[in-house]
């Protein structure tokens, strides 16, 4: 019995400490990506040649030894079992942290004060998840799917920009209007609170707090990381809207 009892904690723990890997690894693959795209993004600023050339140059990256686009068909699996992976393990976290919860605590972290540090990261990590994964649909369709699907005027209404044929054009034309940079800030604003929690989690996970890291520069440094990559990725849409980069 005690046996029994000892080997079903065993596995809880390890099924709990495998499921932080796979979110911390999972979630610095797309943070790789993520650090890459907004650097990549900067290069509007450079007028349309240079941005078109930018992402020409994805495309052509590796020829002839990968097919034109490979490096973008590389990376597109990858990004997807990195996402599938990352929400699985957000799934069984959350399910044994609900499982734990009888005494009235979520998280098992030395992180809190008073324990309302917990809620709110619970709460921004989930319903900041799901902003984001939302925006990565209503993204995707503006500047990558409906481009190359349909080319049609009559998804510009939702999706401005998307009938441009020009990648350049294609972004301005987006962030020339008020309402989509509203979404884009809002959802930028998610992963921003997303990766501060999440940098510091996975930091947490790889053991790195104490030694080399202390818990004070993880926080911090998350912090700084998060709000240095929603700065690259907001400066754009709003050079846009205040005219400082047009067609
Ligand atoms: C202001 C911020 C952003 C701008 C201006 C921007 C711009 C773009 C553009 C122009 C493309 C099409 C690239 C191409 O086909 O050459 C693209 C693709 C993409 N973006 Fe963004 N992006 C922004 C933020 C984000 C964020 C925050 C995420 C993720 C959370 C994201 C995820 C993606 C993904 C997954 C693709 C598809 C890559 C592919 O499979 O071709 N982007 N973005």
Redesign the pocket.
Same mark, same amino acid.
């Given at each position: 019995m005690a046996t029994s009892s000892l080997t079903v904690h065993q596995r809880a723990a390890r099924s709990l400490v495998v499921s932080k890997y796979v979110m911390a690894i999972s979630g610095i693959l /797309?943070i790789g $990506?993520?650090i890459a795209? /907004?650097l990549?993004?900067l290069h509007?600023f450079g007028g349309r040649e240079e941005f078109n050339h930018?992402?020409e140059g @994805?495309?052509e990256f590796g020829m002839p030894i990968l097919p034109y686009g490979g490096l @973008?068909w590389i /990376?597109?699996p990858v %990004?997807v079992i990195a996402v599938v992976a990352h929400i699985w393990s957000a799934v069984r976290l959350t399910r044994r942290d609900r499982a734990a919860r009888g005494s009235g605590k979520r998280y098992q972290s030395t992180q809190h004060r008073r324990g309302v540090q917990r809620t709110y990261a619970s709460f921004t990590m989930r319903w900041g998840g799901v902003t984001?994964a939302l $925006?990565?649909i209503y993204? @995707?369709l503006q &500047?990558?799917l409906l !481009?190359k699907l349909a080319l049609n005027p009559a998804t510009d209404g939702v999706f401005p920009g998307s009938s441009n044929p020009d !990648?350049y054009e294609?972004?301005v034309t987006? &962030?020339m209007v008020w309402w989509v940079v509203l979404i884009?800030t809002v959802?930028?604003l998610a %992963?921003g609170m997303h990766l501060r929690h999440g940098v510091y989690s996975a930091i947490a996970t790889l053991g790195l707090i104490k030694r080399p890291i202390g818990r004070t520069r993880a926080l911090a440094g998350a912090a700084a990381f998060a709000l240095l990559l929603c700065l690259g &990725? @907001?400066?754009? !849409?709003f050079a846009v809207l205040f005219g400082v980069v047009s067609l």
């Open positions: /797309m $990506f993520l795209h /907004m990549g993004n509007i930018y992402a @994805l495309r @973008l /990376m597109r %990004l984001i $925006f990565v993204h @995707l &500047f990558t !481009p !990648p294609r972004t987006g &962030f884009y959802a930028i %992963l &990725f @907001l400066i754009p !849409p």
